[in-house]
């Protein structure tokens, strides 16, 4: 019995290719980066707005744990001993005097906290301003519905994570919004003192909320939002990139950069972001919790404000009137549940809308061309319309600051948030649909005339005219690639439709919306290819 097999000689093949052919026979990873190195990104500046996230995300964990071995998350008293001299001999809580410990005593703790905070509002603020270009650039569309909902889910994690981590320190200002928390949480009916028992471990503050509030902060959360991430990041690998309208751009092919160059690139990204959040932690002083003191229940802190994506919340608190209702021996207290109610409504209407437009459009073509705001009118004046409801809130949540700044009383600063909540998302949205219009028509006229070129003609019988210049295939491509819409008929329903009035009310709610997005008055008509070439063929360019 024969072995044709015989050992490699020495220096035939080295130790570590034998170990990276061992690992590519089992897990496959050339495969995997041949077919990375197949991938095209869009060179676009906005597609930075997610790797801003996912970046500061990155240094939000690394800071994390650096500050999870010095921290300690309980309620237990302790008296003072640190270098903090103002503090010195007073009574708080192991969490305050771990968080003082950090800031004065382990070497670079105090830069590590102020970028971990830093990072969090930058990651918060990325993400907003992500979905908002998502939102406005419709590339939520199918396949990337899955791709909305995981990233709107990422951004209510991160704003209940940035509000776990706020009030771990338990200092005087975070005791004030946990005030406010737990006065919003009784609120709710039935259910309400049942949570608040759950969650603080008994009456308010409670025993267990920090060490509570810990677990979620630095476990639960996270990794929730790590497998929301990588599903994100997967989704996007395999439904390809979104990409804006231009020459040689279709639903099938992705114009871009290849893998290998914007992996480059995404490095020095990756360290210019962490730099720039690391020099804020260093030049600009975030939640001195020293100054504020340890939280006592009968003491609040003044001038109190959250961090900016809770400050909605806060001014819907403020702004709302005293309203309570009693009824079969109970209260409800509407001026904290209303509030509450409507800030959750805000962000769900923002989950919900991609699903709205696709059942109203019932378009289900796969969708990898962004659109331009203006060719979206009413989208994009909805969308101004909710970013306007929340930028007046965040007014009202500084409505104590803007009195004292300006001089002026509070109830003027209030009763003038109450009335813009209802007036401004009306005049917000009027006044972005006129602009869309007027920017679809000024596209329009480019298309048909050409581009001012800012010479003047005279001609032969005096009169002076501008010169136009024609568009190139490029640019009329751009302004004219979008598919316009148009509104559903309502058609009768067959006898296999359902019984009932339901199919017939959700029948004519789909024709109403369908013509509040695409009926008359709500896009201008694209120059057809019979209007180009009549007006274009009697026009002179020079």
Sequence with gaps: MGNESRPAEPGQERTG???AQWADGRLGYRRLARSARRLVFPDHWSFMLG???LYSFVILLLTGVYLSLYFHPSSDPVVYQGSYAPLRGQLMSEAFDSTLHISFDVRGGLLVRQAHHWAALVFV?????????????GAFRKPRELNWVFGFLLLILAMFGGLTGYDLPDDLLSGTGLQVVNGTILSIPVVGTYVSFFLFGGEFPGEDLIARFNTIHILVIPGLMVALLVGHLALAVCHRHAQYPGPGRTNTNVVGIPFRVYAVKAGGYFFLVSGVIFFMAAVAQINPVWNYGPFRPDQVSAGSQPDWYMGVADGFLRVMPGWEIS????????????PLLIGMLLFLAMGAYPFIESWVTDDDREQHLLDRPRNRPVRTALGVAWLSVYSVALVGAANDLIATHLRVSVESVTWTVRIGLFVVPVLAFFITKRVALGLQRQDRDKVLHGRESG?????PHGEYVEVHEPLTQAQLHVL??????????AAPLQDGDGDGDAPRRAQRMRVRLSRVLYGSGTQIPKPT?????????????S
């Design 455 to 459: 010479i003047i003609k005279r001609l």
């Design 17 to 19: 290719e034998r170990l």
């Design 51 to 53: 790797e801003i996230a």
């Design 480 to 489: 004219t690639a979008h598919t316009q819409y148009r509104p559903m008929e």
């Design 327 to 338: 009824f079969w021996g109970h209260t409800l207290a509407l001026d904290n549940f209303l």
């Design 125 to 137: 603020a990325a993400l907003f301003v992500h979905m908002l270009r998502v939102f406005f650039t």
């Design 529 to 541: 290819p019979a209007e180009y070439t009549e007006i274009s063929s009697g026009h002179h360019h």
